[in-house]
């Protein structure tokens, strides 16, 4: 296979693992690729009064599991002196406080913070058939009649219960009607009527979410099973579906709420709409998993801002290797402009203007005195070093004079790097003159300053610090740019001239 075409194949499968990581990254943590984003939260709170006996208590009551269109985020209770814990009971969960003795009013609280999914429920277990339904006299006749009635004009299990509620919800209800409602509440008779055609049915209690409210409660509403899933019908207007504002609290199982010891039992129920940054919602909600062995936000916050600044170099070093090779942007020295532009992150770009002209300019000046010593390499860089550290104390003390707020962030300039550069801007100066001097140092700032902008865009420092592996599309990219044999863009400038009188 011809090398050029391996040198490319092997690119793209570097810049499409990086891609293909960070977009399973964001599928499985729910990380947001843009920053800024932000999630609505329901925070609904439970409260359950009732008279203790004066004995043992325990209060059993249903929390939500997985209700559609919602996702449980946190839960936690508020019951001085019970004990709590989270049971499962015939598919159903349920909140136990027990308490060893107790008396008088009690009130407890659960809350439960749940965020909107749209993403549809999976397919749900068939139920046992239904049991046989048992009716007194008259209402047995009544029962078949508008169980005839309603058959002859549906096919489905979903049209026959939009029909039967049709019937019960009459404004002017026929007489089997009113002879079922006379005994039933509207609910439980279609439960029934449903459950003696062969409907699986199992009883939902759901709560309209609207900010702010107080002291609501749960209104009653019924499932059947059809077609693998589970189906909820509103008996009061024979809706069908979950509406995007309504939480099915309860679902089958057993009662509301159970209390043993106690007596005059209340539930309600207050919401509280709230919105949060999606990210720290990705990081609340984040599993264990292949990739969260190595997520960076489990380190301590003091190695994550290190990071923070370190995932940013690959981007930097590319903004060099374009400047240099495509555009052919002369710099003093080949990663210089990075490490300028880090501490531009760290000043400010004004700041750190000024303060890196003004260090290295008076480094120039006393390297000049320091050339007719005499000294040897190694011993002239040292004294530069020190020259440098000197320069930079300087600028704090009369920066903190002058109100400026420049502390000690000047420091974050590389020393080392500083006294080398003004080393090799003085033989630059002396061997090729000042203008040499001027492009390169004018080409450094300019690649540093461009550096600077790039890394300071909310986007990339979101991408680069959430998605580590997106650096591969950056290694990607600086060895596509590495493997590029043409024309500098400066190259063409200077040689247009030529090339039109060519042709």
Do not use: C
Request: net charge neutral; aromatic share 8%; no cysteine.
């Amino acid at each position: 296979m011809n090398s050029r075409l391996t040198f490319h194949i092997a690119v793209m499968l570097i810049a499409a693992i990086g891609v293909a990581t960070a977009w399973v990254r964001h599928t499985q943590t729910q990380i947001p690729l843009l920053p800024g984003a932000q999630q609505q939260v329901w925070l609904v709170e439970s409260r359950v009064d009732f008279v203790a006996d004066g004995g043992p208590v325990t209060v059993s009551l249903s929390i939500p599991k997985a209700p559609p269109g919602f996702r449980l985020l946190t839960e936690q209770t508020a019951s001085p002196g019970y004990g709590f814990a989270v049971v499962e009971d015939r598919g159903a969960r349920r909140g136990d406080w027990p308490i060893r003795s107790a008396r008088g009013p009690q009130t407890l609280y659960y809350k439960a913070q749940l965020v909107p999914d749209p993403a549809p429920p999976p397919p749900a277990a068939a139920p046992e058939p239904p049991a046989a339904v048992v009716w007194e006299e008259p209402q047995a006749t009544a029962a078949r009649q508008l169980l005839e009635r309603a058959a002859a004009t549906s096919s489905t299990p979903q049209s026959l219960t939009r029909e039967l509620i049709k019937l019960l919800t009459a404004v002017e209800p026929d007489q089997n009607t009113a002879l079922l409602l006379s005994a039933h509440p509207p609910v439980l008779a279609l439960d029934k009527l449903l459950r003696q055609a062969g409907v699986p049915t199992r009883m939902a209690m759901g709560l309209t979410l609207e900010d702010g409210r107080r002291n609501q409660r749960l209104v009653p509403m019924i499932e059947i099973f059809a077609d693998g899933h589970w189906h909820l019908f509103d008996p009061r207007n024979g809706r069908q579906g979950v509406p995007d504002d309504l939480l099915l609290w309860h679902q089958g199982g057993r009662s509301l709420v159970d209390v043993t010891g106690g007596s005059r039992t209340q539930v309600r129920f207050s919401m509280l709409s709230q919105t949060v940054p999606l990210l720290e919602l990705a990081r609340t909600e984040a599993a264990e998993g292949a990739l969260t062995l190595f997520d960076i936000h489990h380190l301590p916050v003091e190695e994550q801002n290190l990071f923070r600044i370190l995932l940013l170099l690959p981007l930097a070093s590319l903004v060099v290797v374009f400047a240099r090779i495509v555009i052919g942007l002369p710099t003093a020295g080949t990663f210089m402009p990075v490490l300028i532009a880090l501490a531009f992150l760290q000043t400010s770009l004004s700041l750190g203007l000024v303060s890196f002209l003004t260090i290295v300019s008076l480094g120039l000046l006393l390297r000049r005195y320091l050339s007719h010593l005499n000294l040897l390499l190694i011993a002239r860089i040292a004294a530069i070093v020190v020259i440098v550290v000197f320069l930079i104390g300087v600028l704090s003390v009369l920066g903190y004079r002058l109100g400026f707020n420049t502390g000690m962030t000047v420091t974050f300039f590389p020393i080392i790097i500083i006294a080398w550069t003004i080393e090799r801007m003085s033989i630059l100066w002396e061997e090729e003159g000042p203008r040499e001097v001027l492009v390169q140092g004018g080409g450094s700032l300019l690649v540093a300053i461009a550096a600077y902008l790039l890394m300071q865009w909310p986007v990339v420092a979101h991408l680069s610090f959430n998605f580590p592996e997106l650096n591969l599309v950056v290694l990607a990219l600086i060895l596509l740019i590495g493997n590029y044999t043409g024309y500098r863009l400066l190259e063409l400038y200077r040689f247009h001239t030529i090339m039109l009188e060519d042709r």
